[in-house]
């Protein structure tokens, strides 16, 4: 029982944790802040706005000692979100262990270290596809042999089916991941293949759950039984308990609204009821998101209210009393049967392809998700997908949760992101003084640059590092310059048309506002820059925003994501667009926001509107519009073309052009 948790610094984290296992939590889920996800020190001008946001800041030893601080590591089961720099931080957490006289051996958690679905969703990768899976491989390579009950990797179709992943994609592209991490590892010679068993055994998946029970009910077992069948087919493993489909949950996140936010209490329960209901296909850990998620930043008592929805059904309900209450389902088992089928089909398909990697070079991948993306927004805009209190029942009572905002979601010191920039430019400038005493640096970051151009595991090398007390920036930064980087296909120009332009419907009206928009600024077409500021690699509504924006006759840009505002605002300036809009959903944009106007009034594109969407609360919308914003978007505006429409009513005021009449 877990909740993900971790912001503004090592010290505030640490004591969040120790208050959660105090309260009943078996387990910690720790999440990193994007700088540290993403390989950059704090100081970093990419690390602008982002620091301790969406969790907490580790960005060398000294910081990893602070975040667990009186946690015996040795009696701990340890959860940590991190994919490109995933080594990184099991280093960092290895050594605190050692420190601490832990048992190596006894070590247990889990490594995400699932870097595909960063390529297609959560947006933190950092090298190639060919580097990022070497260091996945060196990584389970190396935990079979010191670490032993360590999940070295979490195979994460989590995030898939937030970026809009069908039940069959989700299995399909989940299973091709581990294909591609399971043949990489035989194939490369560092585990004999009579321990491949072993490494089968440490893999573990981690999975959402929408709150379509009996689907995704299915899903699960689904997955379990193509598990199987390729364990025991393709690497041969023979031993049932190494064949075993373990896996964790994060019930959906996506289907949390803003509006009504009190409904995503009962989303959450029969969420989780989907994947603890069916004892053959039962998740062995369950964390669940707090109910103000779309609002903001959780606080330490929602989390606490996710936690006590699992204690109740644990300790007071009878549901881990029986069998599987679902064995000899008809329904159940032609469902299953059917996403088998399905799933193994799509991943033939990836097969003859070359598999995961190069379905992710050629961006096959991403233009699928975001073309099932496209569709539920339809569905959900033509109320064909319901979404009660967002476009059903919409009617509510005055909720006292909500009464005020301002005090219904955590907030993050804006000093703080000074007081760690300060704190890790003292640590690189006194790391080798007492009472730390680190070795020079230099040496071991030319070490692993060195066996970064071989072809030897990099753990080795990774820990000395770690020892030195280098940053989470130097590691990557040397990586960095062996592996380079990776910029993802965005899968925006390959995705097909979602809405269809009819006449009489909304998307036919707005074309033919931007057409007349068009004529009367006198150019051929509109052009409109969607950027992504700073380190959030959350892009599924920049990408959504940018197809809607294409089908209704814009030309759009979008350069995906991972930009400063200097780049965001040269871009604008190249292009000569006519709008500008910014997807933040980190809580940057208080910071990311104005500088991009400020930057924009500097160089005189006065008449370009800007306009930002995200999670961004009440308060914080009110000071972006104050600020110069011409409109700000939240996950309660779900009318993706009544956005368009807007952004078009935006152009022509900021251009001084009458308003057009709108059709009855």
Not at 281 to 291: D, F, I, S
Not at 609 to 633: K, M, N, Q, T, W
């Amino acid at each position: 029982m877990r909740t993900y948790a971790g912001h503004s610094t090592a010290e505030a984290s640490n004591e969040l944790y120790r208050r959660n296992l105090a309260k009943g939590q078996t387990g910690l889920s720790v999440a990193f802040d994007l700088p540290t996800q993403t390989g950059y020190d704090p100081d970093h001008v990419l690390a602008r706005g982002e620091v301790g946001r969406v969790g907490v800041p580790v960005a060398h030893l000294g910081d990893m000692r602070r975040l667990l601080q009186d946690i015996p590591l040795e009696q701990m089961n340890t959860s940590m979100t991190i994919n490109a720099t995933a080594m990184w931080l099991l280093a960092l957490y290895q050594v605190v262990a050692e420190e601490q006289g832990a048992d190596l051996t006894r070590l247990q958690g889990t490594t995400q270290n699932d870097i595909v679905k960063e390529y297609l969703s959560r947006g933190t990768h950092v090298f190639p596809p060919g580097p990022s899976l070497r260091l996945t491989t060196d990584l389970i390579a190396y935990t079979v042999t010191h670490l032993p009950r360590w999940n070295p990797i979490n195979i994460c179709s989590y995030h898939l089916q937030e970026a809009g992943a069908t039940p069959v994609q989700e299995i399909a592209y989940a299973m091709s991941t581990a294909i591609a991490v399971l043949d990489a590892v035989r194939d490369s010679g560092q585990v004999p293949q009579e321990r491949m068993g072993d490494v089968v055994g440490r893999i573990s998946f981690f999975v959402n759950a929408g709150v379509r029970f009996v689907e995704e009910m299915c899903k699960m077992r689904a997955f379990g039984r193509i598990w199987d069948r390729v364990t025991r087919e393709r690497y041969g493993i023979e031993n049932p308990k190494h064949r075993r489909f373990r896996y964790g949950v994060q019930v959906n996140s996506l289907g949390l609204t803003e509006a009504q936010p009190e409904n995503n209490v009962q989303r959450i329960v029969l969420e989780m009821l989907a994947v603890t209901l069916s004892k053959d296909a039962r998740a062995r850990a369950v964390q669940l998101p707090a109910w103000n998620e779309a609002l903001g930043l959780p606080r330490p008592w929602d989390q606490q209210w996710s936690l006590r929805i699992q204690q109740v059904l644990a300790y007071e309900s009878d549901l881990l009393e029986y069998g599987d209450l679902f064995e000899g389902s008809t329904v159940v088992e032609a469902k299953v049967a059917e996403l088998v089928e399905r799933a193994g089909a799509e991943m033939d398909r990836i097969e003859e392809m070359g598999g995961a990697m190069a379905a992710v070079e050629s961006g096959y991948l991403k233009s699928q998700l975001v073309a099932s993306h496209a569709a539920r927004r339809a569905r959900i805009e033509s109320g064909e997908e319901k979404i009660i209190g967002v476009n059903a029942f919409e009617s509510t009572e005055p909720s006292p949760l909500t009464a005020d905002l301002d005090t219904a979601i955590q907030t993050v010191d804006p000093e703080v992101e000074e007081r760690v920039v300060a704190a890790v430019r003292e640590w690189r400038e006194t790391r080798w003084q007492p009472p730390f005493n680190h070795p020079r640096c230099s040496s071991a970051l030319d070490r692993l640059k060195e066996a970064a151009r071989g072809t030897g595991n990099l753990m080795e090398a990774t820990l000395e590092c770690a020892r030195c007390g280098v940053t989470t920036g130097e590691w990557a930064g040397a990586l960095r310059e062996v592996f380079g980087e990776f910029r993802a296909p965005t899968g925006v120009s390959s995705a097909p048309v979602a809405v269809p332009a009819e006449e009489g419907s909304a998307l036919a009206d707005v074309r033919r506002r931007v057409e007349v928009t068009a004529r009367d600024l006198g150019v051929g077409k509109l052009r409109f820059l969607v950027g992504k500021p700073g380190l959030d690699g959350h892009s599924n509504g920049a990408e959504q925003i940018a197809v809607r924006a294409r089908d209704a006759g814009f030309e759009v840009v979008y350069q995906g994501i991972r930009l400063t505002p200097e780049q965001i605002v040269d871009a604008a300036l190249a292009e000569d667009v006519h709008a500008v809009g910014l997807s933040i959903l980190s809580g940057s944009h208080a910071r990311l926001v104005p500088d991009v106007l400020d930057r924009l009034r500097v160089a005189g594109a006065t008449e370009v509107p800007v306009i930002a969407g995200g999670i961004i609360p009440s308060s914080d919308a009110a000071a972006l519009r104050a600020a110069g914003v011409a409109a700000v978007f939240t996950p309660k505006d779900f009318d993706i073309t009544g956005i368009i429409g807007r952004i078009v009513d935006e152009i022509r005021l900021a251009n001084k052009l009458d308003p057009l009449e709108v059709p009855a």
